[in-house]
């Protein structure tokens, strides 16, 4: 990245999305590391709670009611980005990353039966 760039790792709490990424704090919520700030406080949704609920709510909306409308097989049929929130599927691990850290076979979803 270009120095005086700015990353917000909102994923800090889960390892963060850069090797330079470190959990910070409110009192010091930002350090530069290789010329970059980063801010890396954890659970940042915390910080506004009803925000945080209400966004979450409207991103799983749609799907909550596409699976119950159309059943599992079939919305993930029809919805590619549904697909690739799919980390196991009829007991195989369908998310390489995640079957590699369990040691165990990756079976990629697009070959499994969604009938």
Do not use: Q
Request: neutral net charge.
């Amino acid at each position: 990245m270009k120095r005086g760039a700015v990353i917000v790792d909102i994923c800090i709490d889960a390892g963060g999305i850069a090797e330079t990424s470190r959990p910070t704090t409110l009192a010091e919520p930002t350090f530069v590391a290789e010329g970059v700030v980063h801010y890396c406080v954890p659970n940042m949704p915390a910080a506004v709670a009803r925000a945080g609920a209400a966004a979450l709510s409207a991103a799983a909306l749609p799907y909550v009611r596409a699976l119950a409308g159309k059943g599992i097989a079939r919305a993930l049929r029809e919805d590619a980005g549904l697909r690739e929130g799919v980390l196991l599927w009829r007991g195989r691990f369908t998310h390489a990353g995640i079957a590699a850290e369990a040691g165990m076979p990756f079976a990629p979803l697009a070959e499994a039966d969604l009938a």
